[in-house]
């Protein structure tokens, strides 16, 4: 079955723009988690939705950060007044329900260059 | 602050013999996560550890977790090639899934 999906594959934006980052998660799946990935690192926790409602949004960095996922199901990263230091790797995870036993299905990221 | 430590951060393997991968972590957690890494791609989850004692084992890979000494191992047993990627342990802080990784164990297999 189709996985988690994210577009763009790529962005390359200025500083200071605008971006939307979108996430399709698995069908079905409740639980929805955005992670950020910088060059030789782990994943870093972002935020966490279960529906509609982000439960947990205490990895957002600043107030430029912002997501919703207004229907349950696709859900957006955005990001304003982009700097050069937002350039990463962004990665949307899916579970079925929120919780340790579930295990997160990784989307392939969009990878984020600030110029 | 949760702290989640892997070593070795670089591992050369020679094919057909065994290593060791390991992952600590700073608090009380039972939930820990093993994910791979190929370069440019996302990543595929490993194995789910949920409680103490608990041990994993899938073709040549084995996971398990010590609650108490807050350690994790990935065991790689007989090296291929195959096996070169990154591998990551992650720790889940809340019940809810959301997971602090470590930084990562790249591993490059050679003949």
């Known amino acids: 079955g189709a996985g988690v999906s994210q577009t763009p594959s790529n962005k390359v934006t200025e500083k200071g723009k605008y971006v939307e980052l979108r996430c399709d998660p698995i069908?079905?799946?409740?639980?929805l988690y955005w992670y950020r990935q910088s060059l030789g690192q782990g994943p870093e926790f972002l935020i966490y939705f279960q529906g509609t409602g982000a439960a947990d949004d205490s990895g957002l960095p600043n107030d430029r950060f912002f997501a919703v996922r207004p229907e349950g199901s696709v859900s957006t990263l955005k990001i304003q007044r982009t700097e050069r230091g937002d350039s990463a790797v962004y990665l949307c995870a899916s579970s079925f329900s929120g919780g340790p036993a579930y295990e997160q299905y990784f989307g392939p990221g969009t990878r984020l260059t600030v110029t | 602050e949760l702290k989640v430590e892997q070593n070795p951060l670089f591992l050369s393997m020679q094919e057909g013999k065994n290593y060791t991968i390991y992952c600590n972590y700073s608090?009380?957690?039972?939930?820990l996560y093993w994910y791979r890494q190929d370069p440019g791609k996302s990543l595929e989850s490993l194995f789910v550890?949920?409680?103490?004692?608990a041990v994993k084992q899938e073709g040549r890979l084995m996971a398990s977790l010590d609650t108490k000494a807050r350690l994790s191992t990935l065991h790689i047993t007989a090296a291929v090639h195959d096996l070169s990627a990154t591998y990551f342990c992650a720790v889940d802080t809340d019940s809810w899934g959301k997971l602090q990784f470590g930084a990562g164990t790249q591993v490059v297999v050679t003949p």
């Open positions: 608090t009380t957690s039972d939930r």
């Open positions: 550890l949920l409680s103490n004692g």
């Open positions: 069908s079905g799946h409740t639980a």
